[in-house]
């Protein structure tokens, strides 16, 4: 089955804002999403991501600090799906627990 990579891409100083119980919350969304798509078969790995200050970028063999882009959404974190097709990944997309500034970026994984 085709797998999909689901990037979380927010808004770190919005996320940061937020109260504990607000935090709380969508992180138990996430759980619960997470149970959901293990029980089905369809989730293959998720992971949140530590906070962009300690992001590393290699290029060319030099390595510099930070996020590469210069934008106020970074990366928060990821899930890799197993879907029947783009429709189905976009509908697992449109689940992913609402947070500052999400906007999920659903990907197609090459079959090497």
Same mark, same amino acid.
């Given at each position: 089955?085709?797998?999909?990579?689901?990037?979380l891409?927010? !808004?770190? #100083?919005?996320?940061l804002a937020?109260? !504990?119980?607000?935090r709380?919350?969508?992180?138990?969304?996430?759980?619960v999403l997470?149970g959901e798509?293990?029980?089905?078969g369809?989730? /293959?790995?998720s992971e949140a991501?530590?906070?962009s200050?300690?992001a590393?970028v290699?290029r #060319?063999g030099s390595?510099? !600090? %930070?996020?590469?882009?210069?934008?106020?959404e970074? /990366?928060? %974190?990821?899930?890799?799906v197993?879907?029947? *097709?783009? !429709?189905e990944?976009?509908?697992?997309?449109?689940?992913?627990?609402? *947070?500052p500034?999400?906007? /999920?970026e /659903?990907?197609?994984?090459?079959?090497?």
């Amino acid at each position: 089955m085709p797998k999909y990579l689901l990037l979380l891409h927010g !808004d770190e #100083n919005g996320e940061l804002a937020l109260t !504990d119980e607000e935090r709380r919350a969508i992180v138990e969304g996430h759980r619960v999403l997470i149970g959901e798509l293990a029980a089905a078969g369809a989730l /293959v790995a998720s992971e949140a991501l530590t906070e962009s200050a300690r992001a590393r970028v290699v290029r #060319n063999g030099s390595v510099t !600090d %930070g996020p590469f882009a210069e934008t106020k959404e970074i /990366v928060g %974190g990821f899930y890799v799906v197993e879907c029947a *097709s783009d !429709d189905e990944a976009l509908a697992v997309a449109k689940r992913i627990p609402a *947070s500052p500034g999400l906007a /999920v970026e /659903v990907r197609p994984v090459a079959e090497l």
